[in-house]
């Protein structure tokens, strides 16, 4: 199969530091020639699911901008310039929800829009999170702490409860590998 490739770029806008927009000229794999093409260039970021010892999830409730709607939401955030993924993500853990330690394991690293690019999506699972100290972050929505039975969190899935696909997916991976290496 062959691969894409990239022939030219232009900028069409730019709205540091959340995203550039550009406009490519591709080649697609059957050959063809394919233009505009958009693309879409964001920081990489990193979403958690973290555990607390006595089995529960550490979530936030926001109310995020695109899903219209208070959302069941997972600690994260954009990764720094040359920041580790893992540091992002015990640093957003931090500054959002005041938890941290315990033990951590990542469930992928994930294209957001396969065919636009988005960036990647980093996703961690972290087991036996404590509080280590206050949270730091100023996010806008002004977030709500919410400390859920970790066994809830299918029901929440099937509900709609998480309003953006990538906390549904960590969501939806942490568990299944909590379930897996705890075997609750």
């Known amino acids: 199969m062959n691969a894409w490739t990239t022939i030219a770029r232009q900028l069409v806008a730019e709205f540091p530091p959340f995203c550039r927009i550009e406009s490519h000229r591709v080649i697609a794999p059957d050959g063809r020639t394919r233009e505009?093409?958009?693309?879409?260039?964001?920081?990489?970021?990193?979403?958690?699911?973290?555990?607390?010892?006595?089995?529960?999830?550490?979530?936030?409730?926001?109310?995020?901008?695109?899903v219209g709607r208070p959302s069941l939401a997972l600690p994260g955030g954009f990764i720094e310039p040359e920041e580790p993924a893992d540091v992002a993500a015990r640093r957003e853990l931090r500054e959002e929800t005041g938890y941290g330690d315990g033990e951590w394991?990542?469930?992928?690293?994930?294209?957001?829009?396969?065919?636009?690019?988005?960036?990647?999506?980093?996703?961690?699972?972290?087991?036996?999170?404590?509080?280590?100290?206050?949270?730091?972050?100023?996010?806008?929505e002004s977030p709500q702490l919410v400390l859920l039975p970790v066994r809830e969190l299918p029901d929440c899935l099937r509900r709609g409860d998480f309003g953006v696909l990538a906390w549904a997916t960590c969501a939806a991976l942490g568990w299944q590998r909590w379930v897996q290496r705890t075997g609750r």
């Open 36 to 66: 505009p093409w958009p693309w879409i260039v964001t920081p990489d970021y990193v979403n958690v699911l973290a555990v607390t010892a006595d089995d529960r999830a550490v979530l936030l409730r926001v109310n995020k901008y695109a």
């Open 105 to 140: 394991e990542s469930l992928g690293r994930y294209v957001v829009d396969a065919n636009r690019g988005v960036g990647h999506a980093w996703l961690f699972l972290a087991i036996g999170v404590q509080p280590v100290g206050g949270v730091v972050a100023d996010d806008i």
